[in-house]
């Protein structure tokens, strides 16, 4: 029997932290440890830890999860934060880099961020240079491996439905459509698809960095099974 894949997750209380719980309900090669700032909801049948802790402690719990691997499924709204860049960045880059920090320093092999179609430090868009901006950080960490998944719009069930992401869900159908070629990674996808990428990619066991765009992140999905 091959070895149980350790995997600590930051993010569990969210669209794609929810997905990967569910979806590992059952599995035998992957065992789950939330940590999270407070209890967080978990489906029938779910066998897994949740360490509960404030942020600033997590580099304990991560310490203590005795992963192998650290799925960073961590986000913000611009709502949430107040409509202040200051703590939009508080969650979606500090938190992230000093979670990863801690996957390192705990001697992890892999950490698994979700980012963004379009992530550019360069970038106009605020949200987008925060995410380039963390993802450039990660890579200077100097974790084994580290991939980035950059989904486009994600399509699942949320607590809170944007606007933008009601009309963008309505849309997406016709619009998947047309994105054809080098504009393919724009297209919409499924939580539960990144979810599966992500139990796909704790299979990898090659070094370096990694980047997986909508194309990459369907043919790592394929790997779950």
């Known amino acids: 029997m091959s070895k149980v894949t350790r995997i600590a997750l930051v993010g569990a209380s969210g669209l ?14 992957i065992r789950l440890v939330a940590i999270a700032r407070r209890e ?10 949740v360490l509960v802790a404030p942020p600033e402690n997590w580099d304990d719990a991560i310490a203590a ?11 913000t709204t611009w709502k949430k934060a107040g409509k202040s860049e200051t703590d939009f960045r508080a969650v979606d880059q500090h938190l992230v880099l000093a979670c ?24 106009k868009n ?12 990660l890579g200077r960490i100097g974790v084994p491996r580290l991939d980035v998944l950059r989904p486009g719009l994600l399509r699942g069930p949320r607590e809170e439905l944007r606007p933008a992401e009601l009309a963008g869900r309505i849309l997406s159908p016709v619009a998947d459509l047309l994105l054809q070629g080098q504009y393919s ?16 990619l704790t299979k990898e066991k090659a070094a ?14 394929r790997k779950a099974d």
Request: aromatic share 4%.
């Open 40 to 49: 967080i909801p978990l489906p029938t049948g779910a066998r897994m830890e």
């Open 208 to 221: 370096g960095r990694f980047v997986f765009e909508h194309d990459a992140i369907l043919r790592a999905a």
């Open 185 to 200: 990674k724009y297209r919409s996808i499924k939580a539960d698809t990144i979810a599966k990428a992500i139990i796909g």
């Open 65 to 75: 999860s005795n992963a192998d691997v650290l799925v960073s499924a961590l986000g």
């Open 16 to 29: 794609i932290g929810q997905s990967l719980i569910k979806l590992a309900v059952g599995r035998s090669d």
């Open 126 to 137: 605020f949200y987008l240079k925060v995410k380039g901006e963390t993802e450039q950080g």
């Open 100 to 123: 990863a920090k801690a996957a390192k320093e705990a001697g992890m092999r892999q950490v698994i961020a979700i980012s963004s179609v379009g992530a550019d430090a360069l970038a």
